[in-house]
């Protein structure tokens, strides 16, 4: 248990669902963020939630939507998604911007 | 926005044998530098990081060098082991606009230890 949970672990979705994915930090953190992992591509940081307010949305497309109602959850809502945007979603959490992030496990997103 | 160029993309190296991963940035105001191991399956983990006012840091088998003027930072792991083997990603953390800070990965070396 490293103290950021995220759920599910594995989801298959079609084009036409809405799905949500879940993340939960127990550290006391205040800052979350979301990262999507693609083969052979870096870690792309989505968005991130300082103090529960979004400071930064990196252009990403509105069929994905963030949550923060906490500082210790984080919710990422899927509608409409595109066979490319199946990866690997990371969650992670630090405190203050300015410092380690320790990531969840993943949530392993296929779209067919 | 910041760029972070991470090299090699793989890495073989003996057992016992040393490894160094590479990685440069763009943005002169990134301050902090941490390093994440990616084992196959599992979430990235921070092993080392350092901070715009230490040029070098020692954890172990495990060094970070970093060179504010020529804006390049390393990873250094001697008496490699099996159990090393994984993705390594370095990572540089800049001031946004909105007063907090984010960072930005380099794409990630995948070492491997020969045993």
């Known amino acids: 248990e490293t103290g950021v949970t995220q759920t599910p672990r594995h989801l298959v979705m079609g084009m036409t669902n809405k799905k949500s994915l879940k993340c939960e930090q127990h550290?006391?953190?205040?800052?979350m963020y979301w990262y999507k992992q693609s083969a052979k591509k870096p870690l792309e940081l989505m968005f991130v939630y300082n103090f529960k307010e979004q400071t930064e949305n990196n252009s990403v497309p509105s069929r994905f939507s963030p949550e923060c109602p906490n500082s210790s959850h984080l919710f990422l809502h899927l509608h409409t998604l595109q066979p490319e945007d199946s990866a690997l979603y990371l969650c992670?959490?630090?405190?203050?911007?300015?410092?380690?992030?320790?990531f969840g496990s993943g949530t392993r997103l296929t779209v067919v | 926005g910041e760029n972070v160029e991470q090299h090699p993309s793989t890495l073989s190296v003996q057992e016992g044998d040393s490894a160094v991963i590479k990685c440069t940035y763009s943005d002169s105001a990134s301050n902090y530098f941490p390093w994440y191991k990616q084992e196959l399956g599992k979430r990235p983990q921070l092993i080392i990081d350092?901070?715009?006012?230490?040029g070098e840091k020692k954890d172990q088998r495990i060094a970070v060098t970093l060179n504010k003027t020529a804006k390049h930072f390393s990873l250094h792991i001697t008496e490699t082991q099996p159990e090393d083997s994984a993705v390594y990603f370095c990572a540089a953390s800049i001031k946004s606009g909105a007063g907090s800070y984010q960072l930005t990965f380099g794409k990630g070396t995948k070492l491997s230890v020969i045993p």
């Open positions: 550290l006391g953190h205040n800052a």
């Open positions: 350092i901070r715009s006012n230490v």
């Open positions: 992670a959490s630090s405190q203050g911007t300015l410092g380690g992030y320790t």
